[in-house]
């Protein structure tokens, strides 16, 4: 059975760091980009950005870029999202997804981890 | 980027009568390839995203056929030929052509 279970619930103060993880299992890790996907209360999703973990091409979002870190560690099917200095505006739900990209189409994001509540406040 | 507008923003729905979404994309999402790079997911409440449908007209795994996707380069309809109460939720239409992939603004249904 596939799955992306994500890392627990975290509650932060600004200026301090943080890393989520996104555990892939029941499929071939390497095989799949695993995106992240931001939600702030009561609004639609926004893509951050996407790596491949086969050989961890990365690609950000205009708007995320240099504000987060995506990587992955093949040795463990887990990909992460990591902040330097959190602000109170990162406050959100996070999504990972993974997707399969053919030279004849996409999948679609097919699977989605739980999601990860982020909460910054001082 | 890639705009994507959606409408209605809301659609009360009685069960048993179709339903239709409407999302229209700023450039063409019609690749090399001949396939249309618009993908449907329902987000139900308190839950994560859930595809139905990818390539335009695709039905993911496990969606029921009532769900049905169309659309042209740029003009894109999800279509619900009976809803049901489970269909309740927040639909978004979401671009995967280009980077950086961008979703629409969301079609809430409701059951009347």
């Known amino acids: 059975e596939v799955q992306l279970v994500q890392s627990g619930a975290e509650v932060k103060k600004p200026g301090e760091s943080l890393n989520i993880s996104c555990k892939g299992s029941?499929?071939?890790?390497?095989?799949?980009?695993i995106a992240w996907v931001r939600q702030m209360p009561g609004k639609g999703p926004e893509w951050m950005g996407i790596i491949y973990p086969g050989d961890s091409d990365t690609r950000y979002s205009p708007s995320f870029q240099g504000q987060v870190t995506i990587s992955a560690d093949e040795s463990t099917s887990t990909a992460y999202l990591q902040w330097s200095s959190l602000k109170a505006s990162d406050s959100a739900m996070y999504f990972c997804a993974r997707t399969k990209t053919y030279d004849s189409g996409v999948t679609g994001f097919d699977y989605w981890g739980q999601g990860t509540l982020v909460t910054v406040s001082s | 980027d890639i705009v994507m507008t959606q409408s209605p923003l809301s659609l009360p729905v009685t069960p048993g009568e179709p339903a239709s979404i409407s999302c229209r994309s700023s450039q063409s999402l019609l690749h090399s390839n001949g396939y249309k790079y618009l993908e449907w997911y329902l987000q139900k409440a308190g839950q994560s995203p859930q595809l139905l449908i990818y390539?335009?007209?695709t039905r993911a795994s496990g969606v029921p056929d009532r769900f049905s996707g169309s659309g042209s380069g740029t003009d894109f309809t999800l279509r619900i030929s009976n809803v049901e109460a489970e269909d309740v939720g927040v639909y978004y239409c979401?671009?995967?052509?280009?980077?950086?992939?961008?979703f629409g603004q969301g079609t809430k249904l409701e059951i009347k």
């Open positions: 979401m671009q995967a052509l280009q980077s950086p992939t961008t």
């Open positions: 029941g499929y071939y890790f390497i095989s799949y980009w």
């Open positions: 390539l335009g007209s």
